[in-house]
């Protein structure tokens, strides 16, 4: 990725924290303002009722500035906990909770823009979204229906799904790679590709990055999380890479999918 690291441009890449504010989807700037701020290690974070065993792990803090208040103005504290477990699966732990002394609640939108790397994004396949209702944000976020048996790509995407499963496989054929999206707290789905014409627009993407990557997110997006003072949401990701079996020519996603 040809990310700019100045603020206050967001990074391109990674896993981006979108809060308050998914997309445009409000009158803040694109994807809030998380992503754009300096966290600061929490070195006495309450419990977390995560199993954190034979995990390396820091927890962050984030808490509104002055500046965030005048364009959001709402108090929240912001706890994510990143833990790295023993085989290289990455487990995101966000906590966020309503601090509001004057008993005003507040609502959100979310997501983890987490960006994959893959070999060919014509090679690849999505499992676990079939079937499923989507907002197209290509077409004024009209509601479809997915149809067939997995998503593949052919042109720019960038839907919104809903109500989707707890768990995602991104299938990677020709690295015979499986990663694995777990998700808890978070029902949508963002899966996005910018394809030829959108990448070489961007001025920090390069032009044929496109085939290289693809974004498949764990959201909170079509129902905002609304909290009142003292109340606090969880959201929680996880992402394993398993390598991929063949089996009569085909990988088998089902495997993946229901863990065995």
């Known amino acids: 990725m040809q990310a700019i690291f100045k603020t206050p441009k967001a990074i391109r890449g990674g896993i981006p924290l979108c809060f308050p504010q998914f997309g445009g989807l409000g009158t803040l700037d694109q994807h809030g303002f998380a992503r754009n701020r300096f966290w600061a290690i929490d070195d006495d974070p309450p419990p977390f009722p995560t199993n954190t065993l034979s995990k390396a792990f ?30 290289g699966d990455l487990m995101l732990t966000s906590r966020i909770r309503n601090t509001n002394s004057e008993g005003k609640p507040f609502s959100f939108t979310f997501a983890y823009h987490t960006y994959f790397s893959v070999s060919d994004i014509s090679e690849v396949r999505v499992e676990g979204l079939e079937t499923l209702d989507y907002l197209d944000n290509l077409q004024n976020k009209e509601r479809f229906t997915e149809q067939g048996d997995a998503l593949t790509f052919e042109s720019e995407v960038d839907k919104i799904y809903l109500s989707t499963p707890t768990k995602i496989a991104i299938i990677d054929h020709e690295k015979k790679r499986t990663f694995v999206v777990r998700k808890d707290g978070l029902p949508d789905a963002v899966v996005w590709n910018p394809w030829d014409k959108k990448a070489k627009a961007l001025a920090d993407f390069g032009d044929d990055e496109y085939k290289h990557m693809l974004c498949v997110e764990a959201a909170a997006i079509e129902k905002p999380i609304t909290l009142k003072p003292g109340e606090e949401w969880k959201g929680r990701l996880e992402l394993s890479a398993v390598p991929s079996s063949y089996c009569s020519g085909q990988l088998d996603p089902q495997r993946v999918l229901l863990g065995s």
């Open 58 to 87: 820091v927890d962050l803090i984030l808490k509104p500035s002055e500046e965030d208040t005048k364009i959001w103005p709402h108090s929240f504290e912001f706890r994510l906990r990143i833990a790295l477990g023993p085989g």
